[in-house]
């Protein structure tokens, strides 16, 4: 019998789904928490209901599984590398981050990825399916409790473009800031995206305090529409347009990333034609040393030409960070360990 996935309930509608079970009300609370603060893996956990209780519980719906095939741990900085495999066996990334802020998750929303951004390795397969809400929601869980922390920020940044999956990333948004549950200020959420301009209207027409990331990476149409292919889609004026509708909605300064490849997006020029893009504009902008893919041919400029790069920005008011490279001994670009991963399942 087909079973509902009810982590991906909200409060709500688990408040609805207790009901038409007959039961009372204060029963979904207990079930919320027992899913969502607990993070029980099967309803037999769940001692404050009867047996009978977890017994329907567990006719009807299912806790879906999620089963950790490898772990990496940095050497250099404690970052560390999950992959996960869903019940149907498909694979997603996740990473942590130790800061001093505390931890931070950056989680997959798709397994694979149908954008094909030149210099991802999360794309080259193609999208195998979108996510589920538990299914991003269980990537924290799962590591909360490996890790025996707690996680205080979470980016939305692995495998996966949101926006292509939004229904189930906008539940995730509400439910992990849920005062029932994992109850993450929304202001400790950024979501990456490579700029699907209608979506980005309508998230930030939601009424929520995330950050918006988005992907720039050239610093012209006609740069961008190189790297990815997106930009045939939406220009880079209509982009930069749902950005300032996105500020202008949230008050929430969006993030521009720019992953810098050379000889490709470090020149002289790109320098100037993003500083005529940015300056003026109430934003921030994280140039990403771009990681190298096997399957790919690109490089990373050198320390040097990437400080100049960052200088030129600064001299002119640009807030600019570099992305500090984190787990780079640990397949660093994101996609990398489940591509491997795929990849040698193949040649086996
Ligand atoms: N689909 C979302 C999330 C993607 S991953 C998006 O496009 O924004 C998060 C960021 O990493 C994106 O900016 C993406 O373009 C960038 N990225 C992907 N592969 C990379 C690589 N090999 N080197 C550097 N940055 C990379």
Known sequence: MYRNDICSYTY???QGAVKNLGEKPFRAKQIYEWLHVKL?????????LSKAFRDRLSDQYEIPKMKLVKRQISKKDGTEKYLFELGDDNLVESVLMRYSYGNSVCISSQAGCRMGCKFCASTIGGLARNLRTSEMLGQVYRIQKLIGERVSNIVVMGTGEPLDNYDNFLKFVHMASDEHGLHISQRNITASTCGIVPNMQRLAEEGLQITLALS????????RRRLMPVADKYSLTEVLGACDYYFRKTGRRVTFEYSLVEG???TDEDAKELIRMLQGRNCHINLIPVNPVRERDFKKPERKKILVFKNKLEHHKINVTIRRERGSDIDGACGQLRRRYITSKKEN
């Open 12 to 14: 709500s509608e688990l």
């Open 216 to 223: 720039l990476h050239g610093s012209s149409q006609e740069k």
């Open 264 to 266: 490709v997006n470090d």
């Open 40 to 48: 029980a893996e099967d309803f037999d956990e769940m001692t404050n």
